[in-house]
């Protein structure tokens, strides 16, 4: 084989397109391979040892067999970089030859939402290299990952501020909102034995891998089908964490859109799609826009339930401006109704409750004008609001809907009113009084719009597109006192969402909790939540947000629903292991410091058990010889990833050291107290 490698390097430095700066270029080969280069080919058969290697005659005919050349070249064993020299040596190597979009059987231990940020970043402006590591686990190795975790650090946070809990508390955890800080992979496992089938809406805002979501270790391609895996693990749990009535809810730009809605497909059913929201995130004169082609403004919001035949939204109206040719429609006041005189009354079929109708004499009704609009409004818009309740348009009655034509025949001309029991719709079984107007119907303004924090805004039924003006986004960089840098969104859009699709105690789910936006928006709407974050933003951090929320914060959606304060939640984090060396090494800055870590690992860390810490040892000056982050992709890479947190299984084991209390608690959390 080694000869058969030798000749390949020799044969493929000829091409000069193959070569840069004196180097063979590995990737560019594996390219031209696939595309059946004819360049490449015809090299290739140059030589008669590489000929009979890589092609078979077929009634005459030399068939170049791309798939066995595309695995020779992508062996360790061709043009091996120093890194991967340096693992051949001691034995570290992945003897799997198969592709990663066809196992089944695989997790990703990445639990980083974010590629480009450092965990306890200091400079919200600043973009870090990450070190990016991931694994392919087998069956038994996922089972013990997935386990159950122990968690640590437990506090409550009130009105009165910050508790630690100690195991004594009367709590019970199903009830509970909880912040738990820890990969989401592992903390979404952990939470299935309390939570299993009963969280109404998950919300998510994942990372969007794009340019700058990925780092310099994997070509695009490999991060591409990396990330789809990171999604499909956590979407798998996902779904047995939601009610059969629940919905689930991601948030995506167009560079993954489309493969995650066919992952979701394949993972939640085609048959459970419910939408594909766009939503304008800026206008297209605001900053921040993209593209090269047309100006990028939007993402989608993908929608799915977990059984489309049990699920039923719960208020679909969403909010517009009332601006100037709204009012043009609705422009009358009913002032004053007058005495009524009853001229007829008829038993309705539909009820079999008599409706009456009544002819009224003294009425008042108002036009408001609207002249002189732009140097008006203001005044204008205090009529409106003034006048709220008792501001219409008129309206024809369609010929198919005989009840109200029924009505309609005994009003032509002049100001009615019919009292009568309502059939269907959204006042079924209530007794209502509808007014009319020279043989047409009222329509009133209250009946589709409603009063927002000190002004007038349409409530008409949600489409697929929700437009830039119709979720505010003032001050969005301050709301809840936290910033973050990308990918914020506004409280307005999580309220949109929540009144689409929950009720009040109802629980919500968000693993990439960031500042905490879902969070502090389901609190201040009554409903239950969980949020999981691994990345540390310190100072904008959801802990610190939702205490802001329970001080009473007023950014956001908080005057429009009066918020005035109030509430609690429980912060807890898994309790880290081998994680916790991960962090160090990542937070590294010489070799001197990694010899340090790698001193204590082999004391005191769990090691993958396909290295024996001896051979390093005997090699470490080739070790030293990599690049910094070289040092720390390897170190992080024998670490095992069973062990990232502790087992609730190993929980009384002493090399753990659980303490008493938070023994106590995690065995309240997964009832077993």
């Given at each position: 084989?080694?000869?058969l490698?030798?000749?390949?390097?020799e044969?493929?430095?000829t091409d000069?397109?193959?070569?840069s700066q004196?180097?063979?270029?590995?990737?560019?080969?594996?390219?031209?391979?696939l595309?059946?280069?004819?360049?490449?080919?015809?090299h290739l058969?140059?030589?008669?040892p590489?000929k009979?290697?890589?092609?078979?005659?077929i009634?005459?005919?030399?068939?170049?067999?791309k798939?066995?050349?595309?695995?020779?070249?992508?062996?360790k064993e061709f043009?091996p970089d120093?890194?991967?020299?340096?693992?051949?040596?001691?034995?570290?190597?992945?003897?799997s030859?198969e592709?990663?979009?066809?196992?089944?059987?695989v997790?990703?231990?990445?639990p980083y939402?974010?590629?480009?940020l450092?965990g306890?970043q200091?400079?919200?402006?600043?973009k870090?290299n990450?070190?990016f590591?991931?694994?392919?686990?087998?069956p038994d190795e996922?089972?013990?990952?997935?386990?159950?975790?122990?968690?640590t650090?437990?506090?409550k946070y009130?009105k009165?501020g910050?508790?630690?809990l100690?195991?004594k508390?009367?709590?019970?955890?199903?009830?509970?909102n909880?912040?738990i800080?820890?990969?989401n992979?592992l903390?979404?496992?952990?939470?299935?034995k309390?939570?299993a089938?009963?969280?109404k809406?998950?919300?998510?805002?994942p990372?969007?891998?794009?340019?700058e979501?990925?780092?310099?270790f994997?070509?695009?391609n490999f991060?591409?089908s990396?990330?789809?895996?990171?999604?499909?693990?956590?979407l798998?749990i996902?779904?047995?964490?939601?009610?059969?009535d629940g919905?689930?809810?991601?948030?995506?730009d167009?560079?993954?859109?489309?493969?995650?809605?066919?992952?979701?497909d394949i993972?939640?059913?085609?048959e459970?799609?419910?939408?594909?929201?766009?939503?304008e995130?800026s206008?297209?004169?605001g900053?921040g826009?993209g593209g090269d082609?047309?100006?990028?403004t939007?993402?989608?919001i993908?929608c799915?339930?977990?059984n489309?035949?049990?699920?039923s939204?719960?208020?679909?109206?969403?909010?517009?401006?009332?601006?100037?040719?709204?009012?043009?429609?609705y422009n009358?006041?009913l002032?004053?109704v007058g005495a009524g005189?009853e001229?007829?009354?008829f038993?309705a079929?539909?009820?079999n409750?008599?409706?009456?109708?009544?002819k009224?004499?003294?009425?008042?009704?108002?036009t408001?004008s609207?002249?002189?609009?732009?140097?008006?409004?203001?005044?204008?818009?205090e009529?409106?609001?003034?006048?709220?309740d008792?501001?219409?348009?008129?309206?024809?009655?369609q010929?198919e809907?005989?009840?109200?034509?029924?009505?309609?025949?005994?009003c032509?001309?002049?100001?009615y009113?019919?009292?009568y029991?309502?059939s269907?719709?959204?006042?079924?079984?209530k007794?209502?009084t509808a007014y009319y107007?020279n043989?047409q119907v009222?329509?009133?303004?209250?009946?589709?719009?409603?009063?927002?924090?000190?002004k007038i805004v349409?409530?008409?039924k949600?489409?697929d597109?929700?437009d830039?003006?119709s979720?505010?986004k003032?001050?969005l960089a301050?709301?809840?006192?936290?910033?973050?840098?990308?990918?914020?969104?506004?409280?307005?859009?999580?309220?949109?969402l929540?009144?689409?699709?929950?009720?009040?105690?109802d629980?919500?789910?968000?693993?990439f909790?960031?500042s905490?936006?879902?969070?502090a928006v389901?609190?201040?709407?009554?409903?239950?939540?969980i949020?999981?974050?691994?990345?540390?933003?310190?100072?904008n951090?959801?802990?610190?947000?939702?205490q802001?929320v329970?001080?009473g914060?007023?950014?956001?959606?908080?005057?429009?629903?009066?918020?005035?304060?109030?509430g609690s939640?429980?912060?807890?984090?898994?309790?880290q292991h081998?994680?916790?060396?991960?962090?160090r090494?990542?937070k590294a800055?010489?070799t001197?410091?990694l010899?340090?870590i790698?001193?204590?690992?082999?004391?005191?860390a769990?090691?993958s058990?396909?290295?024996e810490?001896k051979?390093i040892?005997?090699?470490?000056?080739?070790?030293?010889?990599?690049s910094?982050?070289?040092q720390?992709?390897?170190?992080?890479e024998i670490?095992?990833k069973?062990?990232?947190?502790?087992?609730y299984?190993e929980i009384?084991?002493?090399?753990?050291?659980?303490s008493?209390?938070?023994?106590?608690?995690?065995?309240?959390?997964?009832?077993?107290?």
């Amino acid at each position: 084989m080694q000869n058969l490698l030798n000749d390949l390097t020799e044969l493929l430095s000829t091409d000069d397109r193959l070569v840069s700066q004196g180097r063979l270029l590995k990737n560019k080969v594996s390219e031209l391979a696939l595309k059946m280069d004819s360049g490449l080919i015809k090299h290739l058969l140059k030589s008669a040892p590489i000929k009979k290697h890589f092609f078979t005659e077929i009634d005459g005919i030399l068939v170049f067999d791309k798939i066995k050349f595309q695995k020779f070249v992508s062996n360790k064993e061709f043009l091996p970089d120093s890194y991967t020299a340096f693992k051949n040596k001691i034995g570290l190597v992945n003897e799997s030859d198969e592709y990663l979009s066809e196992s089944k059987e695989v997790v990703l231990a990445w639990p980083y939402k974010d590629c480009v940020l450092e965990g306890g970043q200091t400079k919200e402006d600043q973009k870090r290299n990450e070190i990016f590591w991931n694994e392919t686990l087998a069956p038994d190795e996922i089972d013990r990952l997935l386990a159950l975790k122990v968690f640590t650090n437990f506090k409550k946070y009130d009105k009165d501020g910050e508790h630690e809990l100690k195991g004594k508390e009367d709590i019970d955890f199903a009830k509970e909102n909880l912040i738990i800080k820890g990969n989401n992979l592992l903390a979404l496992h952990s939470l299935y034995k309390l939570f299993a089938g009963k969280v109404k809406l998950i919300n998510i805002d994942p990372p969007y891998n794009r340019d700058e979501d990925k780092t310099t270790f994997y070509n695009d391609n490999f991060n591409h089908s990396t990330w789809l895996t990171f999604m499909k693990n956590r979407l798998e749990i996902s779904k047995k964490l939601l009610k059969p009535d629940g919905v689930l809810f991601i948030s995506i730009d167009d560079n993954e859109q489309a493969y995650l809605k066919v992952l979701c497909d394949i993972i939640f059913g085609r048959e459970n799609f419910l939408a594909n929201i766009a939503y304008e995130r800026s206008g297209v004169s605001g900053l921040g826009q993209g593209g090269d082609f047309v100006v990028n403004t939007h993402e989608s919001i993908l929608c799915y339930a977990k059984n489309r035949s049990d699920f039923s939204a719960c208020d679909l109206s969403g909010e517009g401006d009332f601006g100037y040719e709204e009012m043009k429609r609705y422009n009358k006041i009913l002032k004053k109704v007058g005495a009524g005189k009853e001229i007829s009354r008829f038993t309705a079929p539909a009820t079999n409750e008599e409706v009456v109708i009544l002819k009224h004499q003294d009425f008042e009704i108002e036009t408001i004008s609207l002249r002189n609009f732009e140097n008006r409004e203001a005044e204008i818009k205090e009529i409106y609001l003034k006048n709220f309740d008792n501001t219409f348009r008129n309206t024809s009655i369609q010929e198919e809907n005989e009840f109200q034509n029924k009505i309609l025949s005994f009003c032509k001309d002049g100001f009615y009113s019919a009292k009568y029991l309502v059939s269907r719709g959204k006042h079924k079984g209530k007794w209502i009084t509808a007014y009319y107007f020279n043989g047409q119907v009222f329509v009133w303004l209250k009946d589709s719009a409603t009063i927002s924090d000190g002004k007038i805004v349409k409530t008409n039924k949600l489409s697929d597109f929700w437009d830039h003006a119709s979720i505010p986004k003032a001050d969005l960089a301050n709301e809840g006192g936290v910033k973050l840098r990308r990918g914020k969104k506004p409280e307005n859009l999580m309220k949109r969402l929540f009144k689409m699709t929950t009720a009040s105690s109802d629980i919500v789910l968000d693993f990439f909790t960031g500042s905490g936006t879902t969070c502090a928006v389901a609190h201040k709407m009554g409903r239950q939540y969980i949020g999981i974050e691994q990345l540390n933003y310190e100072k904008n951090d959801s802990a610190i947000r939702l205490q802001n929320v329970i001080k009473g914060d007023q950014s956001g959606i908080s005057k429009s629903i009066n918020w005035q304060g109030g509430g609690s939640f429980i912060y807890c984090e898994l309790m880290q292991h081998n994680e916790a060396y991960i962090y160090r090494i990542k937070k590294a800055n010489t070799t001197k410091d990694l010899l340090t870590i790698w001193d204590e690992m082999q004391q005191k860390a769990f090691i993958s058990y396909k290295v024996e810490p001896k051979t390093i040892n005997e090699n470490i000056s080739d070790f030293e010889k990599l690049s910094l982050d070289e040092q720390k992709q390897f170190l992080i890479e024998i670490l095992d990833k069973n062990q990232l947190y502790v087992n609730y299984s190993e929980i009384d084991d002493k090399e753990y050291s659980v303490s008493e209390p938070d023994k106590k608690l995690n065995r309240k959390f997964y009832g077993e107290a």
